[in-house]
């Protein structure tokens, strides 16, 4: 029995997996490489699916034909690659259908659990889908328990791997992970207290990473060539952009290091090169990119519930993911913070060997395995969006709604919350809870995802009386929400698990008479 680990970044794949002397140890793809690109070509000839390298390769050809960039989309049902034929999703299973194929290969058996990392603040629609998009590409996750979660936040994870490589677990440590992916920025706080990690806050930004940092050069060349910004090249065939984008990128990261880069734009007929230089590119890409991660930072440090945290409370501050690779950007770090940034040995690496690190603990609770030192007990989420209630009361067929926050953000993990509701009319027979997700503060109800739901028809008959619905919100380490709502005048009650892997609507504001109806 083998175990594994996968980060799913927007830009490559990491795998770490048990080989047959029982570490943890990166996959490798058929090029020898432990990051696979994370990038699907279909050829349209013979229908065939290439991934990583061999995608990236034949996307200079056939970029029309090549799905890129996808982790932003995913939770999105919309079928957006390959003529419209597949979603984020459909193209997650192809790809993860070879990332088995190399972790197996190099554990020398069938994975039987996988730890899989989620950007802190993805909606529960992203998890939803990369739950589903496990199931499809034959990944096992593990169930989620008291030890941890199958699908750990990757700040969390990445706080996992540099806490264990400093020996931490056994002090009481506040440490801040700045993660800068390739298209998703989250900021955790975490504490490391008697071998457990608990998440104290975090926040994130949705469509923001390296990738954007790559964009910004692109604008910058565009912009110093009197050319539309780069959204608006729609001229240039699908070859000169993807073309165009990886010199981007690759000077991108020539830039940390050197004075100015030169950049060849291929126009159409005219190809052009153009001289960039370092401080312009700080001012025009990095700094108003990082002036967003650090108002993140300031709200992770602001949104810790019932305790006041400042930077003076942190002894680390780590920067992860590939992007941080960048001495400009660790430097913003901690000018922002005042606290002198912690380098992990591979900041691209920190998500995965910390995933791989909850993989062995989940495997030694489950399974028992002994003589095995994971140098932790416990990892526990915070509630990462606030989590509302959205009542409908329903008389003579017509509907009033009302919401109000019923978990809020940063919550620590587990916890018990108990709320008292009544109805708005006397003698009321009918109402409908709906218990969603708001992406943000001040979120709309149609901004919000459906978690679950209940609708009860056929009330006793009851002048306004307050409290009459108690509603016990109890969530466990992992940040899994369970719902109990009980009428004290007839005695009914219904329970609803609020799951990442509901198969429930986004935006599911009507049928009230639904599928969760009590007699």
Request: proline share 5%.
């Amino acid at each position: 029995m083998a175990i594994a680990a996968i980060d799913f970044g927007g830009g490559g794949v990491k795998i770490m997996v048990e080989n047959p002397l029982h570490e943890m140890v990166p996959a490798l793809d058929d090029r020898g490489q432990p990051v696979i690109p994370t990038a699907v070509f279909r050829s349209q000839e013979s229908g065939e699916f290439l991934v990583g390298v061999e995608a990236l390769q034949q996307g200079f050809v056939d970029s029309e034909n090549l799905a890129f960039d996808f982790k932003r989309h995913l939770g999105v049902d919309d079928k957006l690659y390959f003529g419209k034929t597949a979603s984020a999703e459909d193209v997650y299973v192809i790809l993860l259908k070879q990332c088995v194929g190399f972790a197996e290969r190099t554990a020398g058996e069938k994975i039987t659990f996988w730890v899989a990392t989620i950007p802190a603040n993805s909606p529960d629609s992203a998890k939803r889908h990369l739950r589903k998009a496990c199931e499809r590409a034959g990944i096992t996750l593990f169930p989620d328990s008291e030890v941890g979660t199958g699908m750990p936040s990757e700040p969390t994870a990445a706080a996992v791997a540099y806490g264990l490589s400093k020996n931490l677990a056994d002090e009481k440590v506040l440490i801040l992970i700045v993660d800068i992916g390739s298209t998703t920025t989250d900021c955790s706080l975490v504490e490391f207290c008697g071998r457990e990690a608990q998440v104290l806050a975090t926040e994130g930004i949705a469509n923001l990473g390296g990738m954007d940092i790559t964009r910004a050069l692109q604008d910058l060349v565009l912009k110093k060539l009197k050319l539309p910004p780069a959204k608006s090249f729609d001229k240039w065939d699908g070859e000169a952009r993807f073309e165009f984008f990886t010199r981007c990128d690759e000077g991108k990261l020539l830039l940390n290091s050197k004075r100015d880069v030169r950049i060849v734009a291929p126009v159409p007929g005219k190809p052009e090169k153009v001289q960039i230089f370092q401080n312009e590119f700080a001012a025009t890409a990095y700094q108003p990119i990082l002036q967003k991660v650090a108002a993140a930072m300031d709200k992770t440090i602001n949104g810790v519930r019932g305790r006041k945290v400042s930077y003076n409370d942190i002894q680390y501050l780590v920067p992860v993911g590939g992007p941080c690779k960048a001495e400009s950007i660790r430097l913003f770090l901690s000018e922002h913070t005042g606290i002198a940034c912690k380098e992990h040995p591979d900041p691209g690496m920190a998500v995965v060997e910390g995933a791989a690190r909850i993989a062995e603990a989940l495997a030694a609770a489950k399974f028992g395995r002994r003589g095995k030192r994971v140098g932790f007990t416990r990892v526990r989420e915070c509630i990462p969006h606030n989590i509302a209630i959205i009542a409908a009361d329903i008389v003579n067929g017509a509907v009033v709604e009302w919401a109000d926050v019923l978990i809020p953000k940063n919550l620590p993990a587990p916890d018990k919350k108990k709320t008292d509701y009544s109805t708005l009319y006397d003698h009321q027979t009918s109402i409908h809870f709906r218990f969603v997700q708001a992406p943000k503060d001040g979120a709309k109800p149609e901004e919000c995802f459906v978690l679950g739901r209940i609708t009860w028809h056929n009330l006793p008959l009851e002048r306004v009386r307050t409290p009459r619905f108690e509603i016990i919100a109890t969530f466990d380490s992992a940040a899994v929400v369970t719902i109990d709502v009980r009428d004290r005048v007839s005695g009914r009650s219904e329970r609803v698990t609020l799951s990442t892997s509901a198969e429930l609507k986004q935006n599911d504001t009507t049928g009230f008479g639904g599928e969760s109806d009590a007699a």
